[in-house]
Nanobody
């Protein structure tokens, strides 16, 4: 089991920045994957950025060049630095972790944090 707690969302003007944090209840070093998804009203949940097996992270095209995912294994925390925010980035952002359990992949989700980009 992995509990995930997000923080750092809020209201920001276009062009502004936010940093999201996701604290896990146990070591993230051995997780298969960990990262961020988002869901805007009326849309499906989509990948924003994630680490997989500790290799170079992958980003959605919409996030490349503006968002940076990072991790602090000692704090069991993953971050998402979001710069140059646009109104279309408005969504609920969810932290996700994937653990390999007896050969199966198990997904864990945080409760989500709202990000609103508006003037």
């Amino acid at each position: 089991q992995v509990q995930l707690v997000e923080s750092g969302g809020g209201l920001v003007q276009p062009g502004g920045s936010l940093r999201l944090s996701c604290a896990a209840s146990r070591s993230i070093f051995s997780l298969y994957a960990m990262g961020w998804y988002r869901q805007a009203p009326g849309k499906e949940r989509e990948l924003v950025a994630r680490f997989t097996s500790g290799v170079t992270p992958n980003y959605a095209d919409s996030a490349k060049g503006r968002f940076t995912i990072s991790r602090d294994n000692a704090k069991n925390t993953v971050y998402l630095q979001m710069n140059s925010l646009k109104p279309e980035d408005t969504a609920v952002y969810y932290c996700n972790a994937v653990s390999r359990v007896a050969g199966d992949m198990v997904d864990y989700w945080g409760q989500g944090t709202q990000v609103t980009v508006s003037s």
